[in-house]
């Protein structure tokens, strides 16, 4: 393995960790759209708390698929060929998401179709996420070409499923501590309470998932400690966010982002050196064997580092400028 390889296995998964700090709580607010929006004030300030934001998160996931496929190219043939159904699917829920947003303020005729659209819309990819790591992670079934060899019905696991419920919970631990900040009053309440409840269910399928994988860290010891430390971190962060629910809206929500980023950090170790592991090691594709060319990544380590700044910067500008509660007066949305 050479540095570079290395540095975009670690790019790729920066650029799905800041999706799923910054969409996650898009998804997890939409999913728990129709609990917490009681009426239609209640959905109008659940609309425009993300309103100004959930397109511009979406960056972060188009920016890691593009990396995949320019960095790693039979990993992301692999992966997108082997669970095209399940990407197809994440695939029409986003756009659903997308159509039902903009569409829900200019027709209200259809109110309550486009509700359903932004419901559906961000559960499918808060549970199939998780879904495709928990497949990851076990191991899947591929040929001596990369080409995966079963069937979508056995990407539904035991250690699968359990996954995608883990990501669904924290997607929507992550979305009532995202309304916590940016409301106030009933709907505050709600979201924060909500928040609690849903950071025990993340503790309990957190616990379970960690007991069901049958394969050990891929890199051995050293990346068992690591993997050690991302999982207590989560726990850790997760434990504390329940039991201080007193501790501000803000820090909360911080919190909830540092167990996203464990949650990230701890799938990483758990695969490197690999990137595509096979129930049998000897078919799988890892940072050495599915890598580009030595001047390729170069290439493209010089385009990250002009580019992640300014995707960050515009984040920057985008939530100083849209700060602050967000009340029933707000346009937009």
């Known amino acids: 393995m050479t540095f570079l390889q290395i ?19 898009d998804l997890g607010v939409g999913v728990l759209y129709p609990v917490l929006g009681k009426d239609e004030a209640g959905k109008s300030i659940l609309r425009r708390a993300i309103g100004p934001v959930w397109d511009g998160n979406e960056v972060w996931l188009l920016t890691a698929g593009g990396a995949l496929f320019a960095a790693f190219g039979p990993a992301y043939a692999t992966t997108f060929s082997g669970f095209y159904l399940a990407i197809m699917l994440v695939l029409f829920g986003l756009i659903l998401r997308a159509v039902a947003l903009e569409l829900r303020a200019h027709d209200a005729a259809n109110a309550k179709v486009w509700d359903a659209c932004f419901f559906v819309g961000s559960l ?31 990407l539904l696991n035991p250690l699968a499923l359990v996954c995608g ?10 979305g009532c501590a995202w309304i916590a900040v940016k409301t106030e009053g009933d709907l505050h309440d709600r979201a924060a309470a909500l928040r609690s409840k849903f950071q025990i269910v993340a503790l309990v399928l957190f616990a379970l998932a960690s007991i069901l994988p049958t394969a050990a860290p891929y890199g051995g010891a ?27 809206d803000i820090p909360q929500f911080i919190l909830s982002a540092v167990g996203c980023v464990a949650l990230v950090g701890l799938f990483a170790a758990n695969l490197f050196p690999c990137i595509v592991p096979a129930s049998d090691m000897a078919y799988s594709l890892t940072v050495a064997n599915s890598s580009g060319s030595e001047v390729g990544l170069g290439a493209m380590a010089v385009i990250a580092l002009i580019g992640v700044p300014l995707v960050l910067l515009y984040h920057v500008i985008i939530y100083r400028k849209f700060a602050g509660k967000v009340t029933a007066e707000d346009e937009g949305y």
């Open 7 to 25: 540095l975009w296995f670690v790019l790729i998964f920066v650029l799905i960790t800041g999706y799923f700090v910054l969409d996650g709580f």
């Open 124 to 154: 499918l990819p808060a549970l199939l996420f998780g879904v495709a790591v928990g497949n990851v992670i076990e191991g899947i079934q591929l040929n001596a070409n990369g080409d995966y060899t079963a069937g979508f019905f056995a």
């Open 165 to 174: 419920l883990l990501g669904l919970a924290m997607m929507c631990a992550h």
């Open 222 to 248: 050293a990346a068992s400690a690591v993997c050690f430390v991302f999982a207590i971190l989560y726990a850790v962060v997760t434990a504390l966010g329940f039991a201080k629910k007193n501790l501000g």
